[in-house]
């Protein structure tokens, strides 16, 4: 641990709202038609895309609030390195960093989300970034671990919510900013594509192209133009160059930028053509007993209709998601590896990541498929009486999938390194606005859960066990009947549970102003990764004024050199801090999602559509 270096005293005044709400919540079931579109993607070879079919203000919400699904150290439980390709790991093209979520990071060593729905299907366009994905809020549900038996089998982090950053018009393909990382670390997938400075290097060419005199032979041009485009030595600037002599025409009026935001939009009626609604279903409150979440209908959906299209992310071998012990000497201690760093035992499973909870699986294989259709996850069980089903998608209506591999082993999946396959939540009967959408996940599920039911007990001291979302509120209004929090003094007297954090809220950019120390611009630019300019400190309240309901705490905010390398603590006081910027967290492997008796069972893909190739169990 560094050394704590000085004490600056600060008066907590403007401050950016964490978890804002949006500003315009959409009303359920109102919508008769649909208003978000997967479909193929304006940038070429970039895959699908999400569109939005109406007007969008700036502020408003787009789609539905996704969940985002914790993994945690997967890399140590894999012993390797994912982006390294040393197992395979197609999620590492759509999980995202934890910090970029919430609280999500505190779960663990080190976190990766996995967020199925609208989070992991826009494409990333740096000029054209267009909706912000909002923090993710963090409850049980509902669930406790001393009552329910699905404590820790779903994930708490829900309400990732997609804002539009300006007016979008209708038919404008939806663009996140993913931050430059995730693609030059996915080129081997992905390809070439430009980043902000791709951008920067192509305009000069593209200006100087455009001075280039071909006395009027307009072929001439384009064949040159082709040219420039076909050259095999592949760059990202290049690719930034608009792909036609037309378009480049264009942008030598308009721009880059304004072409590229013309070509991204397609008119509605080609996307009820040739895409697939993604707004079919919200979440709620499940009526599935010990559930949790649920998704619903938002508007009539005819017997036969597809719910909600899936496109799957393929874990060929299942074991990528057990969840190992450490090496332990003859005293109990952990065994660290020369580098200091513990090392798992594989002789020794404990449990199964959560996310095996949200993917489907057969007796007989070691595949997994895990959709990343808007709402899905929420989708529940119902064995007697669902109202959808799965199906694999029509070849006429595939987005991403490809029938041929239906044929093919799970060992041709491992090869794989982006997905093709893709099924459809089909409606088994009229499904009406409003009602709960249920999947049968099948007979091995069922007993799974069953057996679980019967055997379940709660761990040891679940009855005193306190979340830290029990001890939280987001805004004014949901603070205002809040639990104060206790000052230090207090807590010498009365203690909060072991595994209880507290955390702070502070603007970062407010600071700025007030002569930090220069290593605090690298930390801007890291909340600004965050797509945030608010960050959020280990905290102590001193304090409190009751009558105002305001804090004085103090923050450990660390500082970083230039190598990023954590190099020293300030202790900073500050004054006036609303109980919503006061935040508990639960410590790294403490939340119900560790409990030892928690629920683990991949949903299973129907025996009458599991393809025989992908049989490699007995
Ligand atoms: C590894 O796990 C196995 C099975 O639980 C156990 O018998 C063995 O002692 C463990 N080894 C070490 C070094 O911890
Ligand atoms: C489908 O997969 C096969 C391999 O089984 C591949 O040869 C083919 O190019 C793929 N089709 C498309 C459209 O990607």
């Given amino acids: 641990m560094t050394s704590v270096r000085s004490i600056r005293r600060v008066v907590w005044t403007t401050f950016l709202l964490i978890n804002a709400p949006p500003s315009a919540a959409r009303e359920s079931s109102t919508a008769q038609t649909c208003a978000l579109f997967m479909a193929p993607s304006t940038i070429p070879n970039a895959g699908i895309g999400v569109f939005t079919a109406i007007n969008v203000k700036e502020g408003e919400q787009v789609g539905y609030p996704d969940l985002a699904i914790p993994v945690t150290d997967v890399d140590w439980h894999n012993g390797g390195n994912r982006q390294e390709g040393d197992y395979h790991w197609l999620w590492k093209n759509y999980d995202w960093l934890s910090s970029a979520i919430?609280?999500?990071?505190?779960?663990?060593?080190?976190?990766?989300?996995?967020?199925?729905?609208?989070?992991?299907?826009?494409?990333?366009?740096?000029?054209?970034?267009?909706?912000?994905?909002s923090f993710t809020k963090y409850d049980t549900a509902t669930l406790h671990r001393s009552k329910d038996a699905g404590a820790g089998a779903i994930s708490g982090y829900s309400g990732r919510e997609g804002i539009a950053l300006r007016d979008l018009r209708e038919g404008s393909e939806i663009f996140v900013d993913y931050g430059e990382h995730w693609f030059t670390l996915r080129e081997n997938v992905l390809g070439l594509v430009p980043v902000a400075e791709s951008y920067t290097l192509a305009e000069p060419v593209l200006e100087k192209f455009h001075t280039l005199d071909f006395n009027g032979q307009n072929d001439a041009k384009a064949d040159l133009w082709a040219l420039i485009k076909d050259f095999s030595y592949k760059s990202r600037?290049?690719?930034?160059?608009?792909?036609?002599?037309?378009?480049?025409?264009?942008?030598?009026?308009?721009?880059?930028?304004?072409?590229?935001?013309?070509?991204?939009?397609?008119?509605?009626?080609?996307?009820?053509?040739?895409?697939k609604c993604l707004d079919n279903l919200r979440p709620g409150m499940s009526s599935v007993d010990g559930a949790g979440r649920g998704a619903f209908a938002t508007r009539f959906i005819p017997k036969g209709d597809i719910v909600a299209p899936a496109p799957l992310v393929h874990i060929p071998y299942?074991?990528?998601?057990?969840?190992?012990?450490?090496?332990?000497?003859?005293?109990?201690?952990?065994?660290?590896?020369?580098?200091?760093?513990?090392?798992?035992?594989?002789?020794e499973v404990r449990g199964k990541q959560l996310l095996l909870n949200y993917c489907f699986g057969h007796s007989k294989s070691t595949l997994l498929l895990c959709p990343y259709g808007s709402g899905t996850t929420y989708i529940n069980h119902n064995h007697k009486s669902p109202n959808v089903k799965i199906v694999w998608t029509e070849e006429s209506k595939a987005l991403i999938h490809n029938t041929t591999w239906l044929q093919q082993s799970v060992d041709f999946l491992e090869d794989?390194?982006?997905?093709?396959?893709?099924f459809d939540y089909v409606a088994i009967r009229n499904?009406?606005?409003?009602?709960?959408?249920?999947?049968?996940?099948?007979?091995?599920?069922?007993?799974?859960?069953?057996?679980?039911?019967?055997?379940?007990?709660?761990?040891?001291?679940?009855?005193?066990?306190?979340?830290?979302?029990?001890?939280?509120?987001?805004?004014?209004?949901?603070?205002?009947?809040?639990?104060?929090?206790?000052?230090?003094?207090?807590?010498?007297?009365?203690?909060?549970?072991?595994?209880?954090w507290i955390w702070c809220y502070f603007s970062y950019e407010d600071e700025r102003e007030m002569t930090w120390n220069i290593e605090l611009d690298e930390w801007r630019n890291w909340g600004e990764f965050n797509g945030d300019n608010k960050f959020r400190y280990?905290?102590?309240?001193?304090?409190?004024?009751?009558?105002?309901?305001?804090?004085?705490?103090?923050?450990?905010?660390?500082?970083?050199?230039?190598?990023?390398a954590h190099v020293d603590d300030l202790l900073v006081e500050v004054q006036n801090v609303p109980r919503w910027a006061i935040q508990f967290v639960n410590r790294q492997y403490t939340?119900?999602?560790?409990l030892s008796n928690a629920f683990r069972h991949e949903m299973m893909i129907p025996d009458k559509i599991f393809p025989k190739a992908w049989k490699n169990l007995e």
């Fill in 237 to 275: 600037s290049l690719a930034a160059l608009p792909r036609t002599i037309e378009a480049s025409n264009r942008a030598i009026d308009v721009g880059i930028k304004e072409t590229e935001l013309e070509a991204s939009i397609r008119s509605v009626q080609w996307l009820k053509q040739n895409g």
């Fill in 416 to 422: 794989q390194l982006s997905p093709g396959l893709e």
């Fill in 431 to 500: 499904i009406q606005p409003d009602e709960e959408v249920l999947l049968d996940y099948g007979k091995d599920w069922e007993d799974a859960w069953r057996a679980h039911l019967k055997n379940w007990k709660p761990v040891e001291g679940a009855d005193k066990f306190v979340d830290a979302s029990q001890l939280n509120c987001f805004d004014d209004d949901e603070c205002k009947g809040a639990h104060v929090v206790r000052t230090h003094a207090e807590q010498e007297v009365n203690p909060y549970t072991d595994n209880l």
């Fill in 102 to 133: 919430g609280h999500l990071s505190f779960e663990a060593e080190e976190v990766v989300a996995c967020i199925p729905g609208v989070g992991a299907m826009p494409n990333c366009h740096f000029r054209l970034s267009n909706v912000r994905e």
């Fill in 318 to 347: 299942k074991d990528a998601l057990s969840l190992f012990g450490e090496m332990k000497d003859e005293d109990g201690f952990n065994i660290l590896s020369s580098e200091g760093i513990t090392i798992r035992n594989t002789s």
């Fill in 538 to 564: 280990p905290c102590t309240p001193l304090s409190r004024n009751d009558a105002s309901m305001v804090y004085s705490v103090e923050l450990v905010v660390p500082v970083y050199d230039d190598y990023m």
């Fill in 591 to 594: 939340s119900d999602m560790y």
